[in-house]
Nanobody, 132 residues
Framework: QVQLAQSGGGLVQAGDSLRLSCSAF??????YGWFRQTPGQEREFVAA??????????PDVVKGRFTVSKDNAKNTVTVYLQMHSLKADDTAVYYC?????????????????????????WGQGTQVTVSS
């Protein structure tokens, strides 16, 4: 059973930075995505990274403040979501997800990466709370 383990959430002040991590020991996936969700709302795309390092982000969500990256260590890929200048509106549960299907760079991948339905595995979610 594949499990994506997340860490790094918490309570921060507006303007602070936070880094979320996600990894699945022994597994490597084609695409890793970050989504967030608030109560009563659908899960919202934040950013994604492809196996070759290409990234995609929702500009309305990220607004130049968030960066997705990954670290390819032996047996484990760790994916990060670095968040700066956090605002109260960023308060949500953040989820990482992994897509097994192999895609190349380009518009098709960028469109696919935005949809929750294209991901095969999900992390447990981590709460990020930004106080103003």
């Amino acid at each position: 059973q594949v499990q994506l383990a997340q860490s790094g959430g918490g309570l921060v002040q507006a303007g602070d930075s936070l880094r979320l991590s996600c990894s699945a020991f022994g597994y490597t996936f084609s695409t890793y995505g970050w989504f967030r969700q608030t109560p009563g709302q659908e899960r919202e795309f934040v950013a994604a990274i492809l196996w070759n390092g290409e990234t995609e982000a929702d500009p309305d969500v990220v607004k130049g403040r968030f960066t997705v990256s990954k670290d390819n260590a032996k047996n484990t890929v760790t994916v990060y979501l670095q968040m700066h200048s956090l605002k109260a509106d960023d308060t949500a549960v953040y989820y990482c997800a992994a897509d097994e299907d192999r895609y190349g760079s380009g518009p098709a991948w960028r469109a696919r990466a935005r949809s929750t339905g294209n991901y095969d595995y999900w992390g447990q979610g981590t709460q990020v709370t930004v106080s103003s």
